[in-house]
């Protein structure tokens, strides 16, 4: 027997036009678009949109963009494939997914849970102007090839393992210095290096004091137990307890993504049919190098 389980896209799958067909077509989807304008202060809407793409792309944008935009795209699996979010058994999101996740969980309101990422966005751009870094994807190298990059890039200054995403692309984060080393050394030794363009070294110790911030929201927002198992980036395990929950999201903002733990856990749980639920097929490219065959269906403005 199928065994359905969701999975909500990160910062990096945003695009001008996202939601547009969603907010037309769903009026569930139109609803939440209507709600983040009046959480948020500024029209979201016309963002997603329209863009412009260079304000859409920055974390205090992108991050609620995304949040919106996806459970935008969950009203569209709801109204067509009801039985497969009633089935749902299980759930995760990459970094910013994962409040998605828990929305969809019933383990925080929507409201609340656009105000947490609005804040969160907002405490990461900060940290992220106040330490010059980045982000480099390396690929063709294995967690053992690319910790010995990130120990010899260090002579440069902090950097470290952001994102397991799955085999053979693991992302790394630091300041850049130390970013442009790692880049060097991962080519010289036959891996593939890309810069990312994201504000910063997210999910590091550089993203200090992003998370006392984050603490500082998440302590009045109201958590409550999730309905279904969502699985936690920091650790790949599963947390039910509300003040588990908050902890583990302080924590994310330090931690490396164990997205492919993350997804090995789940197919171990025994989901066999995937929805990657919101903008792009991001997860559906990292789902084809952790598990082949696993069929992953993707829910956004564009048909299958």
Request: contains cysteine; glycine residues 8%; aromatic residues 6%.
């Amino acid at each position: 027997m199928s065994k359905i389980a969701l999975l909500f896209p990160g910062q990096g799958a945003q695009h001008v036009g996202m939601g547009k067909q969603l907010f037309a077509e769903y009026p569930k989807a139109k609803e939440l678009f209507d709600i983040a304008n009046e959480v948020l202060g500024y029209d979201l809407a016309k963002l997603c949109f329209e863009g412009p793409a260079k304000e859409l792309d920055t974390t205090i944008f992108s991050q609620p963009a995304l949040f919106v935009s996806s459970l935008a795209a969950l009203e569209k699996l709801r109204a067509d494939s009801p039985d497969v979010v009633l089935g749902c058994e299980m759930a995760a999101g990459l970094s910013l997914g994962e409040y998605t996740a828990l929305v969809f969980s019933g383990a925080m309101s929507f409201e609340q849970g656009l105000k947490v990422v609005q804040r969160r966005g907002q405490a990461m751009q900060a940290a992220a102007d106040a330490t010059p870094s980045g982000m480099v994807s390396i690929l063709l190298m294995d967690r053992e090839q690319v910790q010995k990059v990130c120990d010899e890039a260090s002579s440069e200054g902090p950097i470290q393992i952001a994102n397991y995403l799955c085999p053979g692309n693991i992302v790394v984060s630091g300041v850049n210095a130390a970013c442009i080393r790692a880049a060097e050394l991962a080519e010289q030794a036959g891996g593939r290096a890309i810069p990312l363009a994201v504000a910063g070294a997210f999910h590091t110790p550089i993203m200090k004091p992003a998370d006392e911030q984050l603490a500082e929201v998440l302590s009045a927002t109201e958590i409550r137990t999730p309905e279904i198992p969502v699985v936690s980036n920091v650790d790949a395990a599963v947390h039910t307890e509300p003040e588990e929950i908050r902890n583990i999201l302080i924590q994310q903002v330090l931690q490396p993504v164990r997205w492919e733990d993350s997804i090995q856990v789940m197919l171990s749980s025994g989901c066999t049919d995937f929805y990657e639920v919101g903008p792009g097929k991001v997860l559906k490219g990292l789902m084809k190098r952790i598990s082949r065959k696993t069929p992953i269906t993707t829910v956004n403005d564009s048909p299958e």
